[in-house]
């Protein structure tokens, strides 16, 4: 119950993406705030190419999710506010706190740090303990 910390049914809806087996999550205010949801700005980076390096985009690797399929993926923010969608990541290399992108969100698109677990729980409809 709320006395407990838990969430509410209006807490977050995931609502389905026509043509896609992705579904738009939207969170209450309460729930963000519970969530403490962070974000970072994927930027544009240098990536180490075979003969000279090459631009390629920059996100932190704690923004990164995987699938039960080994895909990678990376909730970002969507125009509402409080709004995701996971959206596909391919990893060029990791380096450190670091994922350098050949496919994914663009530079300035806002990634989940924190709180993206909870978003996938709440999008593939995982009930808490």
Known sequence: SE?????????AQAVPVKGSDLSRVTLSREAFDRLAIATAAVRKGIGRGSTSPTAQSVMPS??????SQGRTW????EGAARTFLRAPVTIARLDGDKAYLSDGPAPGTQVVVVGAPELLGVELGVEGE
Request: charged share 25%; glycine share 6%; aromatic share 10%.
């Open 74 to 77: 990376a909730y970002v923010r």
């Open 3 to 11: 006395a407990l910390g838990e969430a509410s049914d209006e807490a």
């Open 62 to 67: 704690a923004a990164l999710l995987y699938d």
